[in-house]
């Protein structure tokens, strides 16, 4: 792989661990249509996509490490909820990870897509809660088993696809679990840690991650993931509602374009 190239992946790297400290996901939801997009848009080869669901699982795991860092300086980490959903969601996303090696590529876009999707939706519907930082992260209470549920779900479907699946467990925890909004970007990160992780694992063991561009990916993330946590802190919980949304809308749109026109 040339220099250029991987300078390239360093730079997306940056831009998508931006996007996951900024809005509370791991940057998959991003980071997955740059990757499949913009190395051959400037003349590179094309990344097949388990090469690319691989790639940004690693990218994942060290954006949502270093966002969740961030965030936790700053009491916006809720610990039990954290604990708690990241468990069943590890669990999930080990499973998903070591499933993904015998299903194809397409199958894959295609659930990356639905998720997406579904994200989509439950952005649309969901509460936006009073921007109330008077009150500790850990003082927020949560259905634990709806928690649970929400967690496992999620956790399967990101390690299939190679994400941390905070693009839609964010929506999920605020639609569905009932937790703020500002609380659930800083824990969505810890959570995404968990899933990131376990997923991790399974490809690692399955013999799928190129190590060369995932570390270029790495060099990109962990100062972009730092950057999108100062700028998080900078904007009101609508704005950052509607950033999700607006972004997952079109990476929904861009991927469902894909898998149904191969275009």
């Known amino acids: 792989m040339t220099f250029p190239f991987l300078l390239t992946l360093a730079a997306l790297g940056f831009v998508g661990a931006f996007v996951a400290g900024l809005l509370g996901v791991g940057g998959a939801i991003l980071m997955i249509p740059l990757l499949l997009y913009v190395p051959p848009w400037i003349g590179f080869p094309p990344l ?14 060290f954006a949502a490490l270093s966002g969740a860092i961030a965030h936790g300086r700053h009491g916006t980490v809720h610990r039990g909820l954290s604990v708690t959903v990241g468990a069943t969601a590890a669990v999930g ?26 994200g989509v939706v439950l952005m649309w519907v969901a509460p936006t809660a009073h921007d109330d930082r008077s ?31 905070a693009f839609l467990l964010v929506p999920l925890l605020i639609t569905v679990v009932g937790i703020p909004t500002r609380i659930t970007i800083g824990s969505s990160l810890a959570i995404t840690l968990w899933t990131a992780t376990a997923g991790l694992v399974g490809k690692l063991v399955t013999g799928q991650i190129p190590f060369v561009p995932a570390a270029a990916l790495v060099l990109g993330a962990v100062p972009g993931a730092q950057a999108g946590g100062w700028a ?13 949304t607006g972004l997952t809308t079109l990476v929904a749109v861009r991927i469902w374009i894909h898998v149904l026109f191969h275009w």
């Open 48 to 61: 097949d996509v388990m090469a690319v669901a691989a790639i940004s699982m690693v990218q994942v795991f």
């Open 93 to 118: 996303s080990l499973v998903g990870g070591v499933a993904s090696r015998w299903l194809p590529g397409s199958m894959l876009l295609a659930i990356f897509a639905a998720m997406a999707s579904l």
């Open 135 to 165: 009150h500790p992260a850990d003082m927020a209470p949560f259905h634990r088993p709806l928690a649970l549920l929400t967690g496992g779900g999620v956790g399967l479907g990101a390690g299939l696809v190679g994400a941390g699946g």
């Open 232 to 244: 998080s802190r900078r904007f009101g919980v609508r704005s950052l509602k509607g950033l999700l």
